[in-house]
């Protein structure tokens, strides 16, 4: 539930949970090149020893480097390491070869000009050993400003000082501490949330972390060092979610549903229908970025109120293979009429009939807002299908959509959601390493991005075009070289085609690309529900995820 509501506050996927069972001290870790990929472990000691607000502040640290890229950082140590290390066993060999060869019958060894194999050896196990012992002075140096970094956003996430603190706590007065006894703890050290080795020899400077003391004297600066008994936490039997205030209203997560699938229905080749009035709940369009990796509670209290209006029978869904792809083709055919139901049905498999009539009469019942959360929550269990599962998803999802010769817009974000999120768990897609550091190979992408937003955000052609060049001039582009396209040249092919080729923009580009799009749809200064929820969905496009 935790992490659920961690990945739906912060945009990212939510990822897969694996639990180290065999580990009965207090820690965890975050692994994983990107967000889309990312795996959250904990120990069977984090579970059963902290109550669910310092588990809460456990996850977001980790969730801080799944945003502030510090996984990416940690594999690249990795495997610096093991390659100095390399160099140091490749000269081990050389020197044993070496030291056998000239002992060898024969006489070989007094012969002049000797074998220079035992040389070559011990030069490089002296640089590859040196280079091991500052690799790993670096590697600690860098962890340990990551952890304070980890901590503070974890605090500015939950805004709860006293869940980490705890935990931090906890680990001072256990007996086995943050200690991980596997044998590969030395190597991925740096990346757990509290010291997973035994003291190193040389103190602080080989340590991958801070002071417990340090740590803890960051929030409370009374800290005396000393750590209170560690005692079980009592179970509680309904988690203690934080909650939205009262008379809050509810901010919609639908990603691209809301107001904007209700627009209309698109042909897959169609213009991006035209607003809606009456939404409801804004915000400063200056700000739609300003939580960008950031997320704050505000967003974690949405996300466990979105979670919370999700029927138990539904969520229940989600937790394995089967009945998800039940649910993402029931989310699917909630909305056609009972003639097409029936056709769409007749051409699955008995046992996914089935289980999709149990869950349709919660679905059809499901606001929309609520359709991609949902979505979102599945994706782990969908990870556990076989190849040719995938493919039986993949080809029934994309006939589902079909079936109407259309394509709203929701529908396309399950298309992208599926591509982006599942699809490379199954074919690895290798991206294209070229990145672009000027947009001037990509103009006519940003125009059409542009274009389809300006017609999204706005209700008639003159307020279309103003937000178009809004945005255009947030990037410097010349309104009278690039005019506003018309609807119908702006649709969802071309859209996602330009999405494609704009995600090779460096990061920097693609922040500024975003700030245009934040403009383009909020012309008059500020942003809708729906039309932010459809930055969003660009933004996780782009590999920059939003929190809601």
């Avoid at 640290?61 to 502030?68: P, T, V, Y």
């Avoid at 259309?406 to 768990?425: G, M, N, S």
Wanted: net charge neutral; aromatic share 6%; with cysteine.
């Amino acid at each position: 539930n935790v992490v659920e509501e961690m990945a739906i506050a912060s945009g990212v996927p939510v990822p897969d949970v694996y639990v180290l069972g065999q580990e009965r001290s207090i820690n965890a870790f975050a692994a994983g090149l990107k967000p889309g990929d990312a795996v959250i472990g904990v120990t069977r000691g984090c579970i059963q020893m902290l109550t669910r607000d310092e588990l809460q502040g456990v996850i977001a640290h980790e969730f801080s480097h799944i945003l502030n890229g510090d996984m990416r950082l940690n594999l690249r140590l990795i495997g610096w390491l093991n390659g100095i290390l390399c160099l140091a066993m490749l000269g081990y060999y050389l020197l044993r070869i070496g030291f056998y060869s000239g002992s060898g019958g024969g006489g070989g060894g007094g012969k002049k000009g000797g074998n220079p194999l035992p040389l070559i050896g011990l030069a490089l196990v002296v640089i590859g050993f040196t280079g091991v012992f500052f690799g790993r002075l670096i590697k600690s140096a860098v962890s340990r400003q990551r952890e304070f970094l980890a901590d503070a956003s974890a605090v500015q996430f939950t805004r709860n000082p006293d869940g980490i603190v705890g935990a931090l706590k906890k680990i001072g007065g256990l007996m086995e501490g943050s200690r991980v006894m596997s044998p590969a703890a030395e190597e991925a050290s740096h990346m757990f949330f509290g010291n997973g080795l035994k003291p190193p020899l040389f103190g602080s400077m080989l340590a991958t972390h801070p002071p417990l003391v340090e740590r803890i004297r960051v929030w409370e600066p009374n800290f005396t060092g000393s750590y209170p008994p560690v005692k079980k936490p009592v179970a509680e039997a309904i988690p203690t979610r934080p909650r939205r205030a009262a008379g809050k209203p509810p901010i919609s997560l639908g990603g691209l549903v809301g107001g904007i699938a209700a627009a209309g229905a698109l042909g897959t080749g169609g213009a991006v229908a035209g607003r809606r009035s009456g939404a409801t709940g804004r915000v400063e369009a200056s700000t739609a970025l300003q939580h960008a990796g950031t997320p704050t509670l505000d967003h974690l209290e949405h996300a466990s109120g979105l979670l919370e209006d999700i029927p138990e029978s539904l969520r229940e869904a989600t937790q394995q293979p089967f009945a998800a792809t039940a649910l993402v083709y029931g989310v699917l055919l909630a909305s056609a009429n009972e003639a097409d139901q029936e056709a769409q049905l007749a051409t699955l498999p008995p046992p996914v009939v089935h289980e999709i009539k149990r869950l349709l009469p919660a679905l059809r019942e499901l606001p929309a807002r609520l359709r991609l959360p949902l979505f979102e929550l599945g994706l782990p269990a969908l990870r556990q299908l076989s190849p040719r599962q995938f493919e039986d998803l993949e080809t029934t999802v994309r006939r589902l959509i079909e079936a109407d010769s259309e394509i709203d817009l929701f529908e396309y974000a399950v298309l992208k959601l599926l591509a982006r999120h599942l699809t490379p768990t199954f074919r690895p897609v290798r991206r294209r390493t070229a990145m672009l550091y000027a947009l001037n190979p990509v103009t006519a992408e940003c125009v059409v991005l542009l274009s389809g937003l300006a017609h999204v955000g706005q209700a008639d052609e003159a307020g279309a075009r103003a937000a178009y060049e809004v945005g255009l001039r947030k990037l410097e582009l010349s309104v009278m070289e690039h005019p506003l396209l018309e609807a119908g040249s702006a649709n969802l092919s071309q859209i996602d085609a330009a999405l494609d080729r704009l995600v090779q923009l460096a990061l920097p580009l693609r922040r500024r690309l975003l700030d245009a799009c934040a403009l383009a749809v909020a012309q008059d200064g500020k942003l809708a529900e729906r039309e932010a929820e459809l930055l969003r969905a660009i933004a996780d496009t782009l590999e920059c995820p939003l929190p809601p």
